[in-house]
């Protein structure tokens, strides 16, 4: 039975200790002297314009070793960077919200094959794009030759777009056309009236035939506002953040946590300032409607909050004496779930959730040990978590346009050599 959810709504409930602790690095396997390398990195890098700022984190075995912030969260105002300040994670979204649909998943909700017109109807019969008018982008379709189901939606092989984001631009202007939302918004619109007209737009290709990084996780959160009966702030702070003490990641931040959020940033005329609004407003996560709960890119967070999150997935879905997952369900996540598209000789291959690192891709270097996942967000945050060594690497911006950014890279290996 699908349950009726309200449009909008965000908790604040009752909170967990944040489960992971500082330590000195050398006991658990980092040398100092290494590690101080990524100090000098950051600084390096900021006295040479290539980011206003950075907070970076390293932990190994369940310990945070590392937690420093280097420059500016407002170059303007001139205010410096803490490492418990507030990034927008965009695309790291991703990972939490396919985590809620394996949750409701273990509870026998549904299967991954089943198609989502089962429980969206308005995805019944998808068509396939036939033809496209620049001019006023009209466009006729074809039927698809089966529908969109649970698992392509996590992996992105459902054939559905991104919009602006999108490589091809048709599905641009398409989507521009609709009023699709693609990520952000501080209008008075639920993410269930967004999802409803996506459902009727043409996709890229038959579902399963391709990989297309798409908007289908998206559709997913508001599915698992459907399954739980429950919105999907509502469901996520229970089921997922207050277990792990992630209370600082939200949709949109309480009051007494805005000042914390970090501004966005660009370079221009040799000074750092404000990114301007564009198809979204920068300022989304602290103002307007407040009811748009994208499971594709809409959470906020801090580099500590997402390192529990990921020691959620190192330690087999438990952390801090609360299980999320099951073993074996983190173990077929983090499979191949698409041998027809990245074959077995790829670096790396997209599982249920994340960027998996294959043998072939650790053999290039610099990227971690076979295993290895991880993704980032579209405002320049990244994340990777190596289960070989038990060892996650997080690193906070909030650029746009920053062409000299050679930080993600150079962290990934600085990571890596601190390693004893």
């Known amino acids: 039975m699908l349950f009726a959810v309200s449009a909008c709504s965000q908790t ?24 101080s390398r990524i100090d000098s990195m950051f600084k390096d890098a900021i006295s040479k314009e290539k980011i206003p700022g950075a907070v970076a984190l390293v932990s190994r075995n369940g310990k ?13 105002s001139g205010r410096i960077l803490k490492p418990d300040d507030i990034f927008r994670i965009a695309s790291q979204t991703k990972a939490i919200t396919s985590t809620a649909v394996m949750i409701l998943w273990e509870e026998g909700k549904f299967m991954l094959d089943d198609p989502i017109s089962m429980y969206i109807p308005e995805f019944k019969n998808p068509q ?20 969109i189901t649970i698992r392509q939606l996590i992996n992105h092989t459902s054939g559905i777009g991104y919009g602006v984001i999108d490589g091809d631009e048709r599905f641009k202007m398409i989507y521009h056309k609709a009023g699709i939302i693609d990520a952000f918004t501080t209008a008075d619109v639920s993410i269930g ?21 798409s908007e289908g996780l998206d559709v997913l959160g508001y599915f698992c506002e459907l399954i739980s009966g429950m919105p999907f702030d509502v469901f996520l702070r229970k089921r997922l953040f ?35 609004d564009t198809f979204y407003r920068t300022d989304y996560p602290v103002s307007g409607a407040k009811c748009f709960f994208a499971g594709g890119a809409g959470l906020s967070s801090t580099a500590r909050d997402y390192a529990a999150f990921l020691q959620m997935y190192l330690n087999g879905g438990e952390l801090n004496g609360r299980r999320i997952l099951s073993p074996t369900t983190i173990r077929f996540m983090m499979s191949n779930q698409n041998h027809n598209i990245w074959g077995d000789d790829a670096e790396s291959y997209y599982a249920l959730a ?21 993704w980032g967000g579209y405002f320049n945050t990244i994340y990777f978590a190596d289960p070989r060594e038990n060892t996650i690497g997080i690193l906070m911006k909030q650029t746009q346009d920053a062409a000299y950014d050679d930080t993600e890279w150079k962290f990934r290996i600085l990571v890596g050599q601190a390693i004893e």
């Open 12 to 35: 604040d409930l009752e909170k967990s200790p944040t489960p992971l602790s500082i330590i000195p690095p050398e006991k658990p396997g980092l040398s100092q002297e290494r590690l």
């Open 64 to 76: 945070i070793l590392y937690h420093k912030a280097f420059g500016m969260a407002d170059n303007e």
């Open 128 to 147: 396939l794009l036939k033809s496209f008018n620049p001019k006023d982008s009209s466009f006729t379709t074809v039927p698809a030759k089966s529908e």
């Open 193 to 213: 009236e967004n999802i409803k007209k996506l459902a009727k737009m043409p996709l890229h290709h038959n579902p399963g035939e391709k990989f297309t990084y």
């Open 242 to 276: 207050d277990p792990l003490g992630m209370n600082d990641t939200w949709f949109y931040l309480p009051d007494d946590k805005a000042q914390r959020l970090v501004s966005v940033q660009h370079f221009v005329d040799g000074k750092w300032v404000k990114y301007p």
């Open 354 to 374: 994340f960027s998996v690192l294959t043998e072939r891709g650790q053999a290039k270097g610099g990227q971690g040990s076979t295993g290895t996942f991880g």
